[in-house]
């Protein structure tokens, strides 16, 4: 159970709006995630673009997992809090030359390129560090995520990846290439997928682009299958924990491995989305034609979720929290902007000022992408083992 009548009385005399992070409920769902993933031998890293908390990067670290960077200011984070370097793998469309520096001097495990640019950028840098550059291509495989529009990456209409069309260029290219060396193919297709055979697709397309490699004599030591597994938000209590052994299973099933080759992955929601919540306060509610609307102190700065890709999140309210659920409500944030709301027509119990509320699965993409917009500063956070 994510909330009991002792946590609630605790959480509700604390001032709002603030982040509130299961401690227990993270650790288990890594433990839960690590023992799936070893059937397969699988090598997690975890996605910190996810949720940065020192907090949880140390007890990520504590379970040995590695760390999937998009910026510079990950890989920081990332080595801050005692991620092994050598666990650290580098992505994004647009890695500026000090973050690829940074990532060389460090030496991390290995930097996934999207583009041929990028590619002969890394060589030149790589050269004058007089260090070799491992490096994974990153294929767009052109795999359908069926995800919302806005968190899909794997079709060639996106801008990530290098068009599966494009490799043998981007192998010709790399032969003339001295100081990077190809060790992976990566592959990320989307986010919040809940159809696994979306990434039974996947395998089949990466075991068509590994035959297309070996027919010219190219062998990489490990595919790393990216990210994506998602969680489910309408029923957070039933279903807490992803279902990793389903996840793991399709990898073990369908894709084609060679030799000695390690699979890795980049898990970031399914990791830590249900951990987290939300915890604000009803400030006003009102009523507007047929419409009932309750006006919290928190809103899209602090979740941008709803209003950036019309995501749905379970909605409680903790200050009534046995009562009758009879009432339809529209539960709206402070912002100035249409769209700065986190549910429409949301069954709550009859509700007052002051009531406290839980946005519920908000521990991925939550905290991470709170502004200040508005001037109404950033919410604080809590852990449960620190209450
Ligand atoms: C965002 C991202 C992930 C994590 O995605 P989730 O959907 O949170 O699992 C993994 N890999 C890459 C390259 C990403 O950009």
Redesign the pocket.
């Known amino acids: 159970m994510f909330f009991n009548d002792t946590i609630i009385k605790k959480i509700v005399q604390l001032p709002t709006p603030f982040y509130y992070y299961d401690v227990d409920i993270f650790e288990l769902t890594l433990q839960k995630a690590i023992t799936a993933s070893k059937k397969i031998d699988g090598k997690i890293?975890y996605?910190l673009?996810?949720n940065h908390q020192d907090k949880l990067l140390q007890i990520l670290a504590k379970y040995n997992l590695g760390a999937?960077c998009?910026s510079g200011g990950e890989i920081s984070k990332a080595l801050k809090n005692k991620i092994p370097s050598d666990k650290i793998?580098f992505?994004?469309v647009g890695k500026t030359d000090d973050e690829i520096e940074l990532a060389l001097s460090e030496k991390i495990f290995c930097l996934?390129v999207e583009s041929i640019m990028e590619l002969e950028v890394i060589d030149s840098i790589a050269k004058r560090l007089n260090v070799v550059a491992s490096v994974a291509l990153?294929i767009n495989p052109n795999v359908d995520a069926y995800t919302h529009k806005f968190?899909t990456?794997g079709l060639s209409e996106n801008k990530?990846g290098i068009n599966a069309s494009d490799i043998n260029i981007t192998l010709d290219k790399l032969k003339t290439l001295k100081n990077v060396k190809l060790i992976g193919l990566?592959f990320?297709i989307?986010?919040?997928?809940t159809d696994f055979s979306v990434f039974k697709n996947l395998c089949l397309k990466v075991n068509e682009i590994q035959r297309f490699l070996s027919e010219r004599d190219v062998y990489v030591n490990h595919l790393?299958l990216?990210?994506?597994?998602?969680i489910n938000y309408t029923h957070p209590d039933e279903y807490l924990f992803p279902d990793f052994e389903g996840y793991f299973k399709v990898f073990d099933e369908f894709l084609e491995r060679r030799k000695n080759q390690e699979l890795h992955f980049?898990?970031?929601?399914?990791?830590?989305?249900q951990c987290g919540a939300l915890i604000c306060k009803v400030v006003f509610k009102k009523k507007s034609g047929e419409k009932n609307f309750l006006i919290l102190d928190s809103g899209m700065n602090h979740l941008i979720r709803p209003a950036l890709y019309e995501a749905y999140h379970k909605i409680e309210n903790l200050s009534k929290h046995h009562q009758v659920v009879n009432q339809l409500y529209d539960v709206c944030g402070p912002i100035c902007e249409t769209t700065d709301y986190f549910g429409k027509n949301v069954l709550l119990p009859e509700t007052e000022r002051g009531d406290i509320f839980a946005i519920r699965s908000a521990g991925?993409?939550g905290e991470v992408m709170a502004s200040d917009y508005n001037l109404r500063g950033y919410p604080s956070v809590y852990f449960s083992d620190e209450l």
């Open positions: 890293h996605a673009k996810a999937d998009v793998v992505a994004g996934n990153r968190i990456t990530f990566h990320h989307g986010s919040q997928i790393n990216g990210g994506g597994l998602g980049e898990l970031g929601r399914a990791l830590v989305a991925a993409y």
